[in-house]
């Protein structure tokens, strides 16, 4: 996504939402996938920049937290107007919406100011959607006809980085108050607010990491509010609404009555494999998807080897074994660099340990598997060799490098001869660490690991992080993985009874649903 020479740059102010990746709009997505660089703050969720996937993106944290000066506003304006200037398409990403409380209008009136092209994306708030998702609508017809919204991010020393709110004046307006970063500032505008006339009985909701699994709820009342936050520990971001809307609560909230609501599951490998069609039914049930990859494919030099026997023109091959979507991808490159296409395997069995393999197959090479056994395991793949029959049969595997040798030696003890190509081996991610951190401050709760070389990888990543190996449990994908996973240390709490990743996310849904998924403590 390199900047062309000459290119005109092009700047897209994009709200991120109040932090769900569902709620970021169409328009903010596509801007991310086709921008050159984002420039991100802490308001945008982790699991939203996950989500949204952009090989070669450069991603940067700006953006400052109350308290803590990580960037100032003329540095990230400066940053901006410099990459559109260099031939960039970047995006400025900001929690919530740009133009509410977000300085999008700063940064918009600089790059005018500069002859900068650029556009502005709206994004769903946190000032209606936190509360929503609550369960607290902000108007109702026997309750409040009006809302005000307002910033608590100011400092009452007159500070001129931010204007002071007249909290009597906005208690006066009646109907709903929403106050928007307002944590540390809760005494000064409950203050004003009961000096106003509002009740000290007013009921209040802090709502923080709203829409969010790991939403929370404080409902307290206005006289009370400042101790509250002191009690709960409460720190932002959080959202405040004041008003009796607040009492319909309890029959509103939906998200907190999901049976995964609070749990984050961790996808440990690569976005690209696709998994999260297979996990979709965990978000509807209220959990949040991460993507936390531990290792990454690489190609070796068996590609090309398999290229020459593929090319040749007399088949050495019977039988042609798969026992995952890799093999599968690395086998079509390999037709591919032969010249060769589908049509070459006319009359070759095919084998597919599993269906996720059979699969790929169909997908990737537009080829049914003539064998899929019951079980989906290289044990379960020999079992059903055992009962089809392969004595002098001859077998091609395109395989993983260092891959277990149940299969090729369970073959060759039915008779049959096997040619193994090992085409590709898998490497830890160097960021592994790093994302595992940053997954945990965004609440995760469990981790899915799919093979023992990701078992390897993510005991290295807990290790370089200084986490317990047992800190968070894990799901594996089948009992090879989770023999693995309990000799390394690691909390095995699901395991399916078929093995692929549909079923996988089944076991989840389960174990959530029976109450046996447990949240990690915090990290000592």
Do not use: C
């Amino acid at each position: 996504m390199s900047a062309e020479r000459g290119r005109r740059g092009f700047v897209s102010l994009v709200g991120a939402g109040p932090g769900d990746p569902g709620l970021l709009t169409v328009r903010g997505r596509k801007a991310i996938v086709e921008a050159d660089v984002v420039l991100y703050d802490h308001l945008a969720s982790p699991a939203l920049l996950s989500a949204v996937g952009a090989p070669g993106q450069e991603r940067i944290h700006v953006g400052k937290a109350a308290g803590l000066a990580l960037a100032s506003q003329e540095a990230i304006t400066r940053l901006i107007v410099k990459r559109a200037r260099d031939g960039q398409r970047v995006v400025r990403l900001k929690g919530g919406d740009p133009f509410v409380f977000g300085r999008g209008a700063e940064e918009a009136l600089a790059l005018v100011a500069a002859g900068i092209d650029f556009e502005i994306v709206p994004g769903v708030s946190s000032a209606y959607a936190a509360p929503a998702l609550a369960g607290i609508p902000l108007t109702h017809r026997d309750h409040a006809s009006a809302f005000v919204v307002a910033t608590g991010h100011e400092r009452a020393d007159g500070d001129e980085e931010a204007e002071r709110v007249d909290w009597e004046a906005v208690g006066k307006v009646g109907g709903t108050v929403v106050i928007l970063m307002g944590v540390a500032q809760v005494e000064r505008w409950a203050g004003g607010l009961m000096r106003a006339g509002r009740a000290a009985d007013t009921p209040v909701a802090f709502v923080r990491w709203g829409t969010l699994p790991r939403q929370e709820v404080v409902v307290t009342t206005l006289g009370e509010a400042a101790q509250s936050v002191v009690a709960r520990g409460l720190r932002s971001p959080a959202v405040a609404v004041v008003g009796d809307v607040v009492g319909l609560r309890e029959p509103l909230k939906t998200i907190e009555k999901r049976p995964l609501f609070g749990q984050v599951i961790g996808l440990t490998r690569d976005a690209a494999r696709g998994d999260e069609a297979s996990f979709e039914a965990l978000g509807e049930l209220g959990a949040a998807l991460l993507n936390v990859p531990l290792t990454r494919q690489r190609e070796t030099a068996g590609v090309a080897a398999l290229a020459a026997v593929l090319g040749q023109a007399e088949r050495g091959f019977d039988d042609l074994v798969f026992t995952s979507r890799n093999g599968v991808a690395y086998f079509r490159e390999a037709l591919i660099a032969a010249g060769r296409d589908a049509r070459a395997l006319a009359g070759v069995r095919t084998w597919a340990v599993g269906p996720a393999t059979a699969a790929a197959m169909r997908e990737l090479l537009m080829l049914d598997a003539d064998e899929v056994p019951a079980r989906a395991t290289a044990e379960g793949l020999v079992a059903h060799a055992r009962a089809v029959g392969v004595s002098r049969r001859r077998f091609l595997f395109p395989a993983a490098a260092g891959a277990r040798r149940v299969l090729p030696e369970g073959l060759e003890a039915l008779g049959a001869v096997v040619e193994e190509i090992p085409i590709y081996d898998t490497v830890p991610e160097p960021l592994a660490a790093s994302r595992l951190l940053s997954a945990l401050e965004e609440g995760l709760t469990l981790l899915t690991v799919a093979s023992p070389s990701a078992v390897e990888a993510l005991a290295a990543a807990l290790d370089e992080a200084g986490i317990a190996r047992a800190h968070v449990p894990v799901a594996a994908i089948g009992p090879t993985t989770a023999a693995a996973a309990r000799e390394a240390g690691l909390d095995v709490a699901v395991v399916p009874e078929r093995f692929n990743m549909e079923a996988l996310a089944e076991a989840i849904v389960e174990a959530g649903r029976a109450g046996r998924l447990r949240r990690p403590g915090p990290i000592v």
